[in-house]
């Protein structure tokens, strides 16, 4: 049987957090399914299919990693595709109390889903989309935090 995770997430847009969880994620499961929340409510920087794109273009030598959509529960969509673990990041302290509800909410919904956290590497753990935007937005330099391809477009939406 494969051990098949899903890695949920908005990626809005990716980092090299979230690549080296996923390059980590591989060495736990066979196969990586890197799913994007369409979220009509969330505020989005890019559209769903921009993001597909830059997980493409920054993931594309990476083999036993697809991506993929999904609405609804996101334990449903485990389900369907026949995975029976959530993968996620755990930076610092911060993001503990969510995650935990997270977890336990996806835990009440289905047992048969397991959540494995990932400690992010030490180099990362400042590292998040909503921080990267923040300071992309005036003009600030995030090279370092995501893949080249995705400094240009951020760059580019931001018109600098
Ligand atoms: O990158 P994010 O925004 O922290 O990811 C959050 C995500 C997509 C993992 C979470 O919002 C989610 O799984 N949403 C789908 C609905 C669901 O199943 N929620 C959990 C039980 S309430």
Redo the contacts with the bound molecule.
């Keep these: 049987m494969q051990r098949i995770a899903i890695y949920?997430?908005?990626f809005d847009p990716v980092t090299n957090g979230h690549i080296d969880i996923a390059k980590r994620g591989l060495k736990l499961f066979d196969r990586i399914i890197i799913a994007i929340?369409l979220n009509p409510g969330k505020n989005a920087l890019f559209t769903v299919e921009e993001r597909l794109e830059m997980l493409n273009e920054s993931m594309s030598g990476i083999d036993h990693i697809e991506f993929d959509t999904f609405d609804g529960?996101?334990?449903d969509y485990a389900q369907k595709r026949n995975a029976n673990a959530v993968l996620r990041g755990m930076r610092a302290v911060s993001d503990f109390e969510y995650e935990f509800q997270?977890a336990l909410?996806?835990r009440k919904?289905n047992r048969e889903v397991e959540t494995v956290f990932l400690m992010t590497g030490l180099r990362w753990i400042f590292t998040s989309s909503s921080i990267i935007k923040e300071a992309a937005r005036f003009g600030g330099d995030v090279s370092d935090m995501v893949p080249p391809g995705v400094n240009h477009r951020i760059k580019t939406k931001f018109g600098f």
């Design positions: 949920p997430g908005s929340l529960l996101l334990v997270l909410m996806n919904l």
